[in-house]
């Protein structure tokens, strides 16, 4: 940021994302978002272990949603993988996050979920600006600007002779 008291009517502002102000923040951010997933999920496996019966309620009550039956079946039908899936995978969402590693794959399951949120909320009696809305555009801001490269351990997979040979891996990592 260039901000010049001697031409106070130029205001030339420059944001460079690999700047250390922009690492630093995405760092932090990347970080919190673990701990925010991680927490959510921590807490469900010390409160209900794995069968957390919540998920498929909460699946099952979708009715009225734009997803319409989907969820409602899912939430009757795969119960079995839902109880133990949703504190599982809302940890390991949140450890990757907070470490930097497999950052746009995990981010790629929060969006998943903050899209499940999202949608399940269809009443939007918070409006469509929500706080899921919100957590979904935290996940999505992590895959765009690959916030695992910034202090994340994602910078250091990233160098191995494992992705060196199979490029492609980047777009997990990052």
Not at 38 to 59: M, N, Q, R, S, W
Not at 93 to 99: K, N, P, R, S
């Amino acid at each position: 940021m260039a901000y010049q008291p001697e031409t106070r009517l130029k205001n030339e502002f420059a944001f460079e994302a690999d700047g250390p102000l922009a690492a630093y923040w995405m760092a932090m951010l990347r970080v919190l978002t673990g701990w925010w997933f991680f927490h959510a999920g921590v807490t469900k496996l010390i409160e209900d272990g794995l069968a957390f019966t919540a998920g498929p309620a909460y699946l099952k009550g979708m009715t009225g949603t734009a997803l319409g039956p989907i969820p409602v079946w899912t939430g009757t039908h795969l119960a079995w993988l839902i109880e133990p899936g949703v504190p599982l995978f809302e940890t390991l969402i949140g450890l990757a996050l907070m470490v930097g590693a497999l950052t746009r794959l995990a981010a790629f399951g929060g969006v998943v979920f903050m899209t499940l949120f999202w949608v399940g909320n269809a009443e939007f009696g918070h409006g469509l600006v929500n706080s899921d809305l919100m957590g979904l555009l935290l996940f999505v801001t992590m895959i765009v600007l690959a916030a695992g490269r910034y202090y994340g351990l994602d910078a250091i997979i990233e160098k191995t002779r494992l992705v060196n040979a199979h490029p492609k891996l980047r777009y997990l990592l990052g």
